[in-house]
C-alpha cells in the first residue's frame, strides 16, 4: 500500500540531506515561511502579523520573516534580541520609531530585571493585573502598555486563560488605574487558545475587546490598538476548520464593531512555521514486545517530538520504504519509558538504520528540545532560503 504523501522528488531530497547532514535533521523550508506570511496578510489585510517567536525562535526563521515585513510577539528578553538583531542597524531615530510596529512584548509576567533591560527601548509590552502595572511603572516607565483581557478558549487545542488575562470586568478599572499612574494604555489583547477550532471564541473576544474599548473612551481614554493574540489553525488534518473561512468572519466584524482607524494586529506563531519543517529521524533499535513490533528512533518527546507532550499535537510518521502497514510502537532515544511517540503507529516492516520522516513539526517542537539523557536537540538545514 502506497503511503507517501509528498512527491518522490521531495521525498528524495529529504533523503539526501539526512544522508549528508546525519539524523535526526530538522528541515525548515523557508519558501513555505514566505508562503504563510502571504496567505495571511492577503486574508487579513487590515492586520498586522506579529510573528509569535516562541513557536520556533530559530533566527533565520525571524530573519525571513523580517525581510518579507513580518512583526513580531516575544515573551523574554532573549526574544527580544533574537528580533532587535535585524533591526540595530537601521540609523537610531528610525530604530526607535520603529520599534513599536515591529515587537511587542506580549508575557503579561516579566521579571524586573526584564523591564530594566527592556525600558530603554521603550517597548510596548502587556499587562493583565495590577501588580504588574506597577512593576512596569517602576521598572519600566517609558513601556507603552496593552491590556490583555481573559477570553474564552473552548475547544482550542492549547487552552491559556487559567494562566493569562484580565477579567472583562475588571478591565476598564485597569485601563483607569494605569493612566493614573502616568502610563498610558494603548491597546487591548487577547488569546482564543492555540490551535482553535472554535471560531465563536474569536467572535466573543472581539465583542468584549469592543464594549471594553467603548466603556474606556467613554470614560476619557480612548484606546488605538486592537491585538487579536494567535490561535489562527493549521490543518493538520480533515477536522481542521478552514482559516480562510476564519479570516472571512473576523473581517466582518472589524468593520461592524471597530472604528476605521484602529490599529489590528495579530500574533500568529504556529501558523507561519507547523507545515515549515520536516524531521528526519532515523531507526536505531528494533524488538518485538508482546507480539508488537518495537521502533526505537534517534528523536523522541524530549526533544524535536515535545510538542506530543507540550501541544498536545501528533505527528504521523512515513516510512521512506513501500509495504504493508502495520501497528507497532515507537519510541524515542532516551532511557525514560516517557519517551513514547506512538503505541499505535502504522508503518510498513523497517530495519535498523532505515529512515522514518514526519511533516507538519514546524511549531512547538525544536523551540522546547531539551538535552536530556546528553542527546542535543535536532540539527537544522534551512531551504529555500
Ligand atoms: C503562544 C502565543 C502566541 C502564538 O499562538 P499560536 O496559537 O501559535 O498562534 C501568540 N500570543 C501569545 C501571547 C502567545 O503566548
Not at 211 to 231: A, F, T, V, Y
Not at 305 to 322: M, N, Q, R, W
Amino acid at each position: 500500500m502506497k503511503q507517501l504523501t509528498i512527491e518522490e522528488t521531495a521525498l528524495d531530497n529529504l533523503k539526501e540531506i539526512a544522508e549528508k547532514n546525519g539524523t535526526p535533521v530538522f528541515i525548515i523550508d523557508h519558501e513555505k515561511i514566505r508562503q504563510n506570511y502571504r496567505i495571511f496578510l492577503e486574508a487579513l489585510p487590515r492586520v498586522q502579523a506579529y510573528f509569535a517567536v516562541k513557536a520556533n525562535s530559530n533566527p533565520e526563521i525571524v530573519k525571513t520573516l523580517y525581510n518579507v515585513g513580518a512583526s513580531f510577539d516575544v515573551a523574554s528578553f532573549p526574544e527580544f534580541m533574537v528580533v532587535y538583531e535585524n533591526i540595530k542597524s537601521l540609523p537610531e531615530k528610525e530604530r526607535q520609531d520603529f520599534i513599536w510596529d515591529k515587537i511587542i512584548y506580549a508575557n503579561t509576567i516579566k521579571r524586573i530585571e526584564t523591564l530594566h533591560e527592556l525600558d530603554p527601548y521603550k517597548p510596548l509590552v502587556t499587562y493583565d493585573n495590577i501588580e504588574e502595572l506597577k512593576k512596569i511603572k517602576d521598572h519600566a516607565p517609558h513601556a507603552g502598555l496593552v491590556l490583555r483581557i481573559r477570553v474564552p478558549n473552548t475547544g482550542s487545542m492549547v487552552e491559556l486563560s487559567s494562566k493569562f488575562g484580565a477579567h472583562p470586568g475588571e478591565a476598564v478599572d485597569l485601563i483607569i488605574e494605569a493612566f493614573k499612574t502616568g502610563l498610558v494604555v494603548e491597546g487591548i489583547s487577547f488569546h482564543v487558545g492555540s490551535q482553535c477550532n472554535n471560531f465563536e471564541n474569536y467572535m466573543q473576544a472581539l465583542q468584549l475587546s469592543a464594549s471594553i474599548m467603548k466603556e474606556s473612551e467613554s470614560r476619557g481614554h480612548k484606546i488605538k490598538i486592537l491585538d487579536i493574540g494567535g490561535g489562527f489553525p493549521v490543518k493538520y488534518n480533515s477536522k481542521v476548520k478552514s482559516f480562510r473561512t476564519l479570516a472571512r468572519k473576523l473581517n466582518t466584524e472589524f468593520d461592524r464593531l471597530f472604528p476605521k482607524d484602529i490599529e489590528i494586529l495579530a500574533e500568529p506563531g504556529r501558523f507561519m512555521v507547523a507545515n515549515a519543517a520536516t524531521l528526519v529521524t532515523k531507526i536505531i533499535g528494533k524488538a518485538v514486545r508482546d507480539g508488537k513490533t518495537c521502533y526505537y528512533l534517534d528523536d523522541g518527546v524530549y526533544h524535536t517530538f515535545s510538542g506530543i507532550v507540550f501541544d498536545h499535537c501528533t505527528y504521523p510518521l512515513k516510512a521512506f520504504k513501500e509495504g504493508e502497514l502495520k501497528v507497532c510502537a515507537v519510541f524515542g532515544p532516551t532511557c525514560d519509558a516517557f519517551d513514547t511517540i506512538s503505541v499505535a503507529e502504522e508503518l510498513p516492516e523497517l530495519e535498523i538504520g532505515d529512515l522514518l520522516y514526519a511533516e507538519n513539526i514546524g511549531a512547538y517542537s525544536i523551540a522546547s528540545s531539551t538535552y536530556f539523557n546528553g542527546f542535543p536537540p535536532a540539527k537544522v538545514v534551512h531551504i529555500n532560503k
